[in-house]
Every structure is written in structure tokens, then in C-alpha cells.
């Protein structure tokens, strides 16, 4: 079966501590791959957006990274945390029949 | 920019009732597709239904439905026989296909309805 896992599940960093998030999809081979972060009381805001291995498009211009080392693998990166980069953190990916299926996010609070 | 507009910040219904949230959006595309997701407190975002602009039939899921009206770029969400448990936001959404290199599409949000089912 085709799924998407990201971790970890919630985060409490300090100020200028670096981040990664992990998502991997299994199932499926060359997904489209995406980083959407929900501020507190807000929408989703599409960061980052991979169609391939090391094809990576940033969406706006922030504090955060992303890299797609393997097919199925997404990491969201940061070397210095903002108080800013606080929120929540969805890991997506397109499936057949073009529509897009989160992970269960993670909550990263920067203290 | 392609912008989805949710005008509605929260609504409530009572348990076995029906609802209706708004969702209109902004676009010169003709081929796209639309979603509604929803976000209960787990945060977890849940397919509700999905729509493609060339279909003329309005989608329906159980007792989710949509009401899509491609000419005033509207699709409002109807939800029969409320149940407690579909208590969440729920957020509109509007794919389009990126020629960026690669086969990509792009996912917007709306900002959100907050509903909520009284029992």
C-alpha cells in the first residue's frame, strides 16, 4: 500500500539550534513531494516542492532548506531556528489521480 | 496567483442537520481540480472530496457533496446528517498543473472554515 510517514512528531528547539524533518512515502516510485507549514490560526503555506531527486523549488524565501537525498525521502532543514519558525509541518505527496495526501505533521515549537 | 477564498471563519450545525460552506476561487486556468480537506484536532489533513474542472457532474462522498459552479469559480461544500464527529476545520483548495521542469502541480489553501457540530 502507498504511505507517507514524517517525523518526528513534535519538536521543542532552542533558538539557533538546527532542524530536520524526515518524510518518506512507500508504495510508489518518483513521487511529487511537498513542505507545507500552518502557522498558528492560519492556512497552509506550500515551502518547498521536489519532482525528482535533488530537484528541489523553495516557494518563498525563509530560514528553512530542503533536500531529497533518495526518491521516496524528503528532509526539511534549517541551521539556525528563528522564533518564526515555529508551526506546524506537513509533509505531502501526489499520488495517481492528482490529488495530494498528507502526513501527520509535526509540531515544531522554537523556544 | 491563483487565490482561494473561504468567507466564512466558522460555522456551527446541529447533529443530524445539514451544512453548507462557501469556497470561491480565482483563476484563468480551464483544466484544474478542487479539494476539500479537513483538519480535526489531531491536525491530520483528511481528503473530504476532490472535483476536476472538466467534469460537469458535482462529486459526492457518503454524505459530502459538492455544489461546483465552474462559470462563478464556486464550490461550496454540503455536509448531510452532521455527525459529531466531523467537527473540524475544513479548508478548500485549488490545484493546478506547473510546467516547472518536471510534471508538478501546485496545491492552495484557503484559510479555513471552522465547524463545529453541536450535539
Known amino acids: 500500500s502507498q504511505t507517507i510517514h514524517q517525523w518526528p512528531a513534535t519538536l521543542v528547539q532552542p533558538v539557533g539550534s538546527p532542524l530536520s524533518l524526515e518524510c518518506t512515502v512507500e508504495?510508489?516510485?518518483?513521487?511529487?513531494l511537498y513542505w507545507y507549514r500552518q502557522a498558528a490560526g492560519r492556512g497552509l503555506q506550500l515551502l518547498f516542492y521536489?519532482?525528482?531527486?535533488?530537484?528541489i523549488s523553495s516557494e518563498v524565501p525563509q530560514n528553512l532548506s530542503a533536500s531529497r537525498p533518495q526518491d521516496r525521502q524528503f528532509i526539511l532543514s534549517s541551521k539556525k531556528l528563528l522564533l518564526s519558525d515555529s508551526g506546524f509541518y506537513l509533509c505531502?505527496?501526489?499520488?495517481?489521480?492528482?490529488?495530494?495526501?498528507f502526513g501527520e505533521g509535526s509540531w515544531l515549537t522554537v523556544v | 496567483a491563483q487565490t482561494v477564498t473561504q468567507s466564512q471563519p466558522e460555522m456551527s450545525v446541529q447533529e443530524a442537520e445539514t451544512v453548507t460552506l462557501s469556497c470561491t476561487y480565482d483563476t484563468s486556468e480551464n483544466n484544474y481540480y478542487l479539494f476539500w480537506y479537513k483538519q480535526p484536532p489531531s491536525r491530520q489533513m483528511i481528503l473530504v472530496i476532490r472535483q476536476e474542472a472538466y467534469k460537469q457532474q458535482n462529486a459526492t462522498e457518503n454524505r459530502f457533496s459538492v455544489n461546483f459552479q465552474k462559470a462563478a469559480k464556486s464550490f461550496s461544500l454540503k455536509i448531510s446528517d452532521s455527525q459529531l464527529g466531523d467537527t473540524a476545520m475544513y479548508f478548500c483548495a485549488f490545484m493546478k498543473h506547473v510546467s516547472s521542469g518536471g510534471s508538478n502541480y501546485k496545491l492552495t489553501f484557503g484559510k479555513g472554515t471552522l465547524l463545529t457540530v453541536n450535539p
Open positions: 508504495g510508489t516510485s518518483n513521487p511529487n
Open positions: 505531502a505527496w501526489k499520488r495517481s489521480g492528482n490529488t495530494i495526501y
Open positions: 521536489s519532482v525528482g531527486i535533488g530537484q
